[in-house]
């Protein structure tokens, strides 16, 4: 028998590498910034409130990493093209985070087309419009790079109770990130989705309160969530370790579904 070398373990260092995860003010996509800061990434750190941009930003400073504040509405194609010519001054990007989204708490029988809408633009459009852009710069720039959008159990499964624009733009973006995949692949792109299950952030609390959450808690095997928990799976996809994952949904849930 030939004995062979041990490879040396893939690293999931990000040195050297620019990234921007859109909606990072707060809660995930803050979560999301600030791992790929402690691996050695330039963030961008994008948000529609340019206050919790700047303060999260600042945060990532403060602890040493290197970052900068990028607000702006990734819903609409102007904040867009502003924020990509901000990374091309940078030199570019090599890893893009689709975080931004919001969810209403709201049935069949009181969504409107303007809420309708307004969801699918938020979770669905943002995440189309700074693909775009940043998959042209990464095939422009010819050394690959790393696609990731924020799906959702519910992608999978539906909402446990309304929220049926919300689940619908994450089983959207789901399908996005494996029709992305075939694209990126030839380029050295990955494209791959994230599905939380129960993540307690802020967002969780002002929809649900603390008696929801209670009752969300007994869904999950593993105990709810923490932003820091896709924060790990994101640097993982993003990393040298996941270079061979694409066209993936990674699910962190907690056992709250298993497929």
Known sequence: MVSQTPAAPLSFRLD???????????GIGAAIASAFAAAGALVGVNDLDGASAAASAD????????????????GTPDAVARIFDALAAQGGIDILVNNAGTT????????TLESWNELM???LTSAFLCSKRAMTMMRDQGRGGRI????????HQGALYGHLHYATTKAGLHGFAK?????????????????????????L???????????LEKLVPAGLGAPADIGAAALYLASEAGRQVTGAVLD?????LMR
């Not at 029709?179 to 967002?203: F, H, K, Q, S, W």
């Not at 609390?205 to 009752?215: M, N």
């Open 104 to 111: 209403r708490d709201e049935t069949i029988f009181d969504i």
């Open 148 to 155: 990731i959008v924020m799906g959702s159990v519910t992608g």
């Open 205 to 215: 609390r002002r929809t649900h309160g603390d008696e929801g959450i209670a009752v």
């Open 179 to 203: 029709t992305l995949a075939r694209t990126g692949a030839p380029l050295g792109i990955t494209v791959n989705a994230i599905a939380p299950g129960i993540v307690v952030t802020d967002l």
């Open 121 to 123: 633009r938020i979770n």
């Open 59 to 74: 945060a990532i400073v403060a602890a040493g990493g290197r970052a900068l504040a990028l607000p702006g509405d990734v």
């Open 16 to 26: 050297g590498k620019t990234a921007l995860v859109t909606g990072a003010g707060r």
């Open 252 to 256: 962190v849930n907690g056992g709250m």
